[in-house]
């Protein structure tokens, strides 16, 4: 219990000190889950419309698959990136091993699935009377669309949320893509995993509080933007 | 040429038919309204006439033209009418964003949509509710939302399924005279939807009756109401007095009719033997304490079977021999003083039956 609170008492030391390491790991951490679900975000919200508003044969097999990647185990997601970017991989020449660019990738692939199939979800929990309703005031297909998305944006901006979550609270792609390189590759979790092995508990604590500081942030800042629209 | 038309319309779902050989001919600035039980069909028309369903076959003409072509004419048909279905979807935004949203999908100025949404705020009661979140309304002040939503766009045919139907009196009020004032001052066309019979008597200038999928009647208010073409129309409007019958014998248009042993008389010009269904409108039936008073031929002896109050008017259950209702006001039931098990004279005119061939 002492070091609990030893961890709490010093992360809000560490933030109200701003110290440097500190900070530039947390916005390093921020930054490439930020880019991640930017990046996951842009593709897969248009991807689960796409598959949401096409009626084909393979349709629920293809969400069930998508669902199934859910609980996509971050290591795997590590070893696959690491089998196509390790230098003799087919993306070898590339030299994305051990940059941020890598980790970026990798939590991509992590959180697709978890975006595509809540966009899905978001956008079949809308009514049909929606797209009657859009229809009948004279919307055209896409808008009609368009306005079912927007009827879900409480849903995919959740997802959205979850997302950046996992892929900000996420270790083994950050571990094994990045490197764990200090002042490089070195993210929150990376270092309070590292910290932890060499016995140095109250900082990792601190820095597990600061992530969870962050993710209740995020969390607030979207429901607050909601609210608003 | 009726400005909203429908040819052999035909809808079917999952190998039912759920609407057959629907003509209607709808004019240019009328209060059409169809009339039926629920589930008859009228919301599946109502889908149909707005080009959100494809028919199972069967046209639809809207000024003249062809519009069940399909194809991206659709939306260009879509943008001349407008819609409010029974239960009121409004879109999780506030209410001016709602109303805006037929002009902003137009393409609309933003100045004139401003001018336009306030203006049908106004109209619908709704002024100082703009900020407001639609979701956050009542069931009637939603419903007015949509209806605003609805005309904003000034369209030139107004869809209503059942727009009132479970909504508080002051709302409905409210979207009966509004549909009363487009219709009136700006010629608006409109087909609604409704199983209220007082509603359709009410505002329709000529109404249909919509039963199991096919339309059984059409014409003026008063004529569905005082001459239903059969029995189940006679039913569905409201009359209960409805007996099976014979014709025992007729002679120069006043026949005789054997109802499970007693006779009445009664106009029409069917001949003896055919079967018939008669009906009695409750408040055309006098009662009386003796027999042999007034003018009407038919006086029958009954047994009061129950008094029902609604109202200021009193519903008498007889049987007399058949059973029927007769209907008198609080105030002269109890000046006669009528009673369970009394016993009583029930009178009513040759003419005030209406005999229709057996369906």
Known sequence: MEEIWQGLVQAVQLIVNLDPEVMEIAWRSLYISAAAILIAALFCVPVGALIHFHDFKAKRTLINVIQTFYSLPTVVVGLFVFLFISRSGPLGGLELMFTPTAVVIGQVILIAPILTGMTIGALSGIDRAVKDTALSLGASSPQAMWKIIAEARFAVVGAVVLGFGRAISEVGAAMMLGGNIRGYTRVLTTAISLETQKGELVLALALGMILVGIALVVSVLMNILLQRY | ?359
């Open chain 2, 1 to 359: 040429m009726a400005f909203l038309r429908t040819v052999r319309l035909e809808q079917r779902a999952g190998g039912k038919v759920l609407l057959s050989d629907i003509n209607l001919e709808i004019n240019r600035g009328e209060v059409f309204v169809v009339i039926g039980p629920t589930g008859a069909g009228k919301t599946t028309l109502m889908r149909l006439l707005d080009l959100l369903d494809k028919p199972y076959s069967g046209d639809i003409y809207l000024d003249g033209a062809k519009v069940t072509n399909g194809g991206a004419s659709l939306m260009h048909v879509r943008r001349r009418m407008a819609i409010v279905f029974q239960k009121p979807l409004v879109f999780n935004d506030s209410v001016f964003n709602n109303v805006a949203y037929p002009l902003k999908i137009r393409g609309a100025a933003s100045k004139t949509v401003g001018q336009q949404v306030e203006k049908m705020l106004q109209a619908t009661g709704l002024s100082g509710y703009a900020r407001r979140k639609a979701r956050t309304l009542s069931g009637g002040e939603a419903q007015r939302v949509a209806l605003a939503r609805a005309l904003v766009t000034e369209p030139e045919v107004l869809l209503l399924d059942e727009p009132t139907a479970n909504l508080d009196p002051t709302s409905v009020n409210l979207i009966e005279s509004l549909v009363v004032e487009f219709n009136r001052l700006r010629g608006l066309t409109i087909v609604m939807a409704t199983h209220d019979m007082q509603q359709g008597q009410r505002l329709a200038q000529r109404a249909g009756v919509l039963m199991d999928g096919q339309l059984v009647q059409v014409g003026r208010p008063v004529d569905i109401f005082y001459s239903p073409d059969n029995i189940r129309v006679a039913g569905l409007i409201g009359i209960h007095n409805i007996m099976r019958g014979k014709i025992a014998s007729s002679e120069a248009g006043l026949a005789s009719v054997d109802i499970g042993g007693r006779v009445i008389e009664v106009v029409t010009d069917l001949s003896a033997g055919s079967a018939v269904d008669v009906y009695i409108r409750p408040e055309d039936i006098i009662l009386t304490q003796t027999a042999g008073t007034g003018s009407a031929r038919n006086t029958l002896s009954c047994i009061i079977k129950s008094l029902k109050l609604t109202g200021s008017l009193c519903t008498v259950e007889l049987d007399c021999g058949f059973h029927i209702e007769a209907l008198v006001t609080v105030k002269s039931a109890e000046e006669m003083g009528l009673k369970q098990g009394q016993s009583i004279y029930a009178s009513f005119k040759a003419t005030a039956v209406r005999v229709l061939p057996a369906a």
